[in-house]
């Protein structure tokens, strides 16, 4: 079984923090994502990784930035908090082939209030 | 227009009851297509991959209508376990993969 974890089910910071969320996987896959979820929006790509040290932006890449040093772990950085990033932040990962994407599996998700 | 559009719901269906929904995509160099199910607070977990001849997986059905764009999940004799949000998922290649998630239906089965 695909077993992805992330770092914490819920944040809470203040605006202006630096904030690092975690994600790690154990099923050896290329591919990695980070998602931020929004009621009426639907799952927004922020970023993804098909390999150590790579990495693309998604859909609302802005305010973000992402860090993969090794293959099961990817890491999510706010480099400064801000109330509009509240959200359900969920890592994915799938795996290869590199660059295509089929079926995915998600993270329990981190529930991040900022305040 | 959104790229990929579902009916947000909620359907409300009695046990027992056959469901379908629909979700539309616009670009039409869209090459694969899922569903997933997410349960309240839950992450989404895939249901089906939809290949273009449709598939089958019990009381599950998806087609894929490419002519027409869209796909659509058949669930029939409907459980109480079933109420969940669907989402739908758009894959598109061209340079890199693209990865487009529908904001989902949410189905109720009552009893």
């Known amino acids: 079984d695909v077993k992805v974890t992330q770092s914490s089910r819920y944040l809470v910071k203040r605006t202006g923090e630096k904030v690092f969320l975690e994600c790690v996987q154990d099923?050896?896959?290329?591919?990695m994502f980070w998602y931020r979820q929004d009621p009426g929006l639907g799952l927004r790509l922020i970023y993804f990784?098909?390999?150590?040290?790579?990495?693309e932006k998604g859909d609302i890449p802005e305010g973000y930035s992402v860090s993969r040093e090794k293959k099961e772990r990817f890491s999510l950085i706010l480099e400064s908090a801000s109330t509009n990033q509240t959200s359900m932040y969920l890592c994915?990962?799938?795996?290869?082939?590199?660059?295509?994407?089929?079926?995915?599996?998600f993270g329990p998700g981190t529930r991040l209030t900022v305040t | 227009r959104k790229e990929v559009e579902q009916d947000p719901g909620p359907f409300n269906v009695p046990e027992g009851a056959t469901v379908a929904f629909n979700c539309t995509y616009s670009?039409?160099?869209?090459?694969?297509f899922f569903w997933y199910r997410q349960d309240c607070r839950k992450e989404p977990k895939l249901l089906m991959s939809?290949?273009?001849s449709g598939n089958e997986d019990g009381r599950f059905t998806a087609q894929l209508n490419r002519a027409s764009q869209y796909i659509s999940l058949l669930i029939r004799d409907s459980k109480l376990s079933d109420s969940a949000t669907y989402l739908c998922?758009?894959?598109?290649?061209?340079?890199?993969?693209?990865?487009?998630f529908g904001s989902g239906t949410r189905l109720s089965i009552r009893p």
């Open positions: 994915a990962s799938s795996p290869p082939p590199t660059g295509v994407i089929y079926e995915q599996y």
């Open positions: 099923m050896d896959h290329e591919n």
């Open positions: 990784s098909y390999d150590v040290k790579m990495k």
């Open positions: 670009n039409s160099a869209s090459q694969s």
């Open positions: 939809v290949y273009s």
């Open positions: 998922v758009v894959n598109q290649y061209s340079s890199a993969s693209k990865i487009i």
